[in-house]
């Protein structure tokens, strides 16, 4: 040893051998499962984010304000749509996705609620719709123009009303056309018949504090819900039953996040007694311990889960964080594998995520995230370095298309079906959509105008026929008065932000 202190050339070569020893000796004493983590092998070990040229962002966008642990933006193969501030009631933007740069104040709004808008969700079987929940208690499903909007949108297609408490949380069914879910602050799950408009499933008395959020599973057969009395709920919806139930599944009072995975067990995000940060994968037919259970940080952001069914992948997105993280999940210990985390140097405000058939299979892109700014909307594009300009087969899987597999009285009358599947292979092009067309059920089916509108005012079901004409015309007078007042709204917020614009020219 004295040779090796006094720099002798034979004991400075001992160096790295002892650590070898010493590593060898630390992993033995970490077991097994460490061990096969450090050396696991997976084809998206070496995935990588990188966020877009400035020139690709969509600028000048005032994303909102509203206190509500929502995502804020909804993406698919055509739109970006994004929760906005608006004066005067609720709005959210939609851009077609080549519409980049810097966005006019003037750019028209979809802007028919009364109150801010608080969760936006694109229809997986028709690029063209869009739902929206808001403060002021309803739901709206709108029809996006197929090139986008020219002028503000005030007419919704349809107005879906049954809560009494401010709406939080819009989520279509993966495989059944026109079947949309809500879930209100009045902690009531409702299922809307969107094609009739009629509420057909009301689950008013399961839950008895907020609900964070409401999944559905793989075939639509099943939903899971995280609420604030720190239960997770698996639910039938159709009998209207709990089928499994954990209390505590996290035991911090900050919100969770549960999430259907696609072999149907249920990933959940929370926080420990600590505020630590925790992900959690549970089987619903064994809820008493978890399958794994990680804690991450102690930053109090709420983890927003979106998950890839194709490659078992699930990104956590954290609210104000200026990170993504992302898990691989698999049937060895220790289940969730954490993958990498792309890093960047602002928060976000929210996150949408663009479906598997709007990515470009040219350039191995597996996942494509639009992150919310302040004032902008920035993409982030994950890919898979591969050497080879062919398609790879093992990256994209066949994946869920627009086609629905059952029609909405189909699934009431309890029948089931898996997502139809499409192949990448070629890319994807969309097809074109046809109208959402709302035919109301036991209503003036004369006047066609009033239907769209027609569950604003009660109407008594047996009436004489000039009972009947005295209603139409009355409805025709209310549905005048409300599209003048939604106008000068619209007017008054374009007038709004010219005179900001003016202002600002001044300042400078």
Known sequence: MAECQAGGGSGWRL?????RGLRRRRLRHLGPDTMRRVVRQSKFRHVFGQAVKNDQCYDDIRVSRVTWDSSFCAVNPRFVA??????????????????????????????????PVLDIDWCPHNDQVIASGSED???????????????SLTEPVVILEGHSKRVGIVAWHPTARNVLLSAGCDNAIIIWNVGTGEALINLDDMHSDMIYNVSWNRNGSLICTASKDKKVRVIDPRKQEIVAEKEKAHEGARPMRAIFLADGNVFTTGFSRMSERQLALWNPKNMQEPIALHEMDTSNGVLLPFYDPDTSIIYLCGKGDSSIRYFEITDESPYVHYLNTFSSKEPQRGMGYMPKRGLDVNKCEIARFFKLHERKCEPIIMTVPRKSDLFQDDLYPDTAGPEAALEAEEWFEGKNADPILISLKHGYIPGKNRDLKVVKKNILDSKPTANKKCDLISVPKKTTDTASVQNEAKLDEILKEIKSIKDTICNQDERISKLEQQMAKIAA
Not at 100 to 114: A, E, L, M, N, Q
């Open 15 to 19: 160096r790295p051998a002892l650590q």
């Open 82 to 115: 994004i929760i906005i501030e608006a004066s005067g009631g609720g709005a959210f933007l939609v851009l077609p996705l080549h519409k980049t740069g810097r966005i006019d104040k003037s750019y028209p709004t979809v802007c028919g609620h009364t109150g």
């Open 137 to 151: 208690c309803t739901v709206m499903v709108w029809q996006i123009p197929e090139n986008g909007l020219t002028l």
